[in-house]
């Protein structure tokens, strides 16, 4: 019998993410070309510093979404 069937879903948003934890000046590489640093802290801010090649696009989230709904009226459109 499969005993993770009826194992309860788990509502964490960082389901199936990696998470660390990471100091003010430490970084993180993803992949060869890109590297995330933490480059202040503040009360509930965190900076975060991005060094790669510019023909990579980085976005903040809130500028991601409105972006692909976009593309998607648009897609609509044609």
Same mark, same amino acid.
């Given at each position: 019998?499969?005993?993770?069937?009826?194992?309860?879903?788990? +509502?964490?948003?960082?389901?199936?993410?990696?998470?660390?934890?990471?100091?003010?000046?430490?970084?993180?590489?993803?992949?060869?070309?890109?590297?995330?640093?933490?480059?202040?802290?503040?009360?509930?801010?965190?900076?975060?510093?991005?060094?790669?090649?510019?023909?990579?696009?980085?976005?903040?989230?809130?500028?991601?979404? +409105?972006?692909?709904?976009?593309?998607?009226?648009?897609?609509?459109?044609?």
């Amino acid at each position: 019998m499969d005993e993770h069937k009826n194992k309860p879903k788990n +509502k964490n948003p960082n389901d199936g993410c990696l998470v660390l934890t990471r100091k003010e000046g430490e970084a993180v590489v993803i992949g060869d070309h890109l590297t995330v640093t933490v480059s202040r802290l503040k009360e509930n801010e965190v900076r975060l510093a991005f060094r790669g090649p510019k023909n990579i696009p980085i976005f903040r989230m809130e500028v991601w979404l +409105k972006l692909q709904a976009q593309k998607k009226e648009e897609e609509k459109k044609s």
